[in-house]
């Protein structure tokens, strides 16, 4: 088994707050505001060969997740940017991950907490890839249905990347990984289908994509991506609804996000799919997309 090596206990370099820290000083107080209340937003970026895909999408989308908690992350979008690449770079990180993650302080202790100040730091390390699907690396991902459910809209800032959209996450995907599946399958308030615990899902029949629209989930930046992806390749593609009972009736299915990237699904519950030539498209274009160079580089 491969050793699991404490987040807090490593080599390298933390960006925080305007210094670029020696990995294991980047602490913070119990009692901080972020902690306590769940006002905490963050990012998942995946690097490729030394460069953030969609780095300026995940920057923004971090800016936008704080003004949904009420709070303004006091750096702009290039200077995240930066600071991004910064790390990147200290850490000499070719293929990796970023996690920036933006939280309210210690300042104050409650509920209403206008005064505490807004914190930002940015970790990167180098991570292949986030699933190891229990029936090896060239099967599918298997599913269960989470008997948690996306919640509306209005009852938590759904299109924030916020820690306490979470919650449902953890506990879904504890249930699915106790069952023995990979991830769970996530149904929305009204009983439609929504996403998985970290990855937008996409349905395919024939040569038709169908994927359902994000009223009350992450509408993922990847998700978006191969969206567009997908039409350039001459797919047709649906944002519609999806209940569970058509689930029967689809060839394949795929989960796409930053960190999983395009990874095919076998299985829901007792449904089981190929691994289609549609999705190996789509996952092979993805793959090439991700690793083209930025453009203001390519002429170098
Ligand atoms: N849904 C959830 C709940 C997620 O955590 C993620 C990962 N950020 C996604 C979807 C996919 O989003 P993205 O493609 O922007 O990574």
């Known amino acids: 088994m491969t050793p699991i090596i404490p987040f807090d206990d490593r080599d390298g370099y933390i960006w925080m707050d305007g210094k670029m820290l020696p990995w294991r000083d980047a602490k913070l ?4 505001h972020g902690l306590h209340y769940g006002s905490s937003v963050f990012e998942g970026e995946r690097v490729y060969g030394g460069n ?15 003004e949904w908690l009420d709070f303004k992350i006091p750096y702009t979008v290039e200077e995240i940017d930066k600071f991004t690449r910064d790390v990147i770079a200290a850490n000499n990180i070719g293929d990796g991950y970023v ?4 939280w309210r302080g210690s300042e104050q202790m409650a509920v209403s907490a206008p005064a505490a100040k807004i914190h930002l730091a940015i970790a990167c390390w180098q991570w292949p890839k986030y699933f190891f699907p229990k029936g090896g690396d060239n099967s599918g991902l298997a599913l269960k249905t989470s008997e948690w459910r996306r919640p509306p809209a209005n009852s938590m800032p759904v299109q924030a990347k916020c820690c306490g959209n979470y919650t449902i996450g953890t506990l879904a995907k504890h249930a699915a990984d106790k069952a023995g599946y990979d991830d769970a399958f996530l149904l929305d308030y009204k009983g ?6 970290g990855s937008n899902l996409f349905v395919v029949k024939g040569k038709k994509i169908k994927t359902p629209i994000p009223e009350c989930f992450l509408n993922g930046i990847t998700r978006q991506t191969i969206i567009a992806l997908a039409r350039e390749l001459g797919y047709e593609v649906e944002e519609c ?9 689809f060839d394949e299915v795929f989960v796409t996000g930053t960190a999983a990237e395009v990874a095919p699904v076998s ?4 449904i089981e799919y190929k691994i ?3 999705t190996a498209h789509i996952k092979e274009a993805y793959a090439e997309l991700v690793r083209r160079k930025p453009k203001a580089t390519a002429a170098a």
């Open 52 to 66: 953030t895909f969609k780095l300026r999408e995940h920057s923004a989308r971090l800016i936008k997740s704080g």
């Open 267 to 270: 299985k829901i519950d007792d």
């Open 192 to 197: 439609r289908v929504a996403e998985s615990t």
């Open 99 to 102: 996690r920036p993650v933006a």
């Open 241 to 249: 609804v999806i209940m569970p009972e058509e689930m029967k009736t």
């Open 29 to 32: 107080h119990v009692l901080t």
């Open 276 to 278: 289609g030539p549609v």
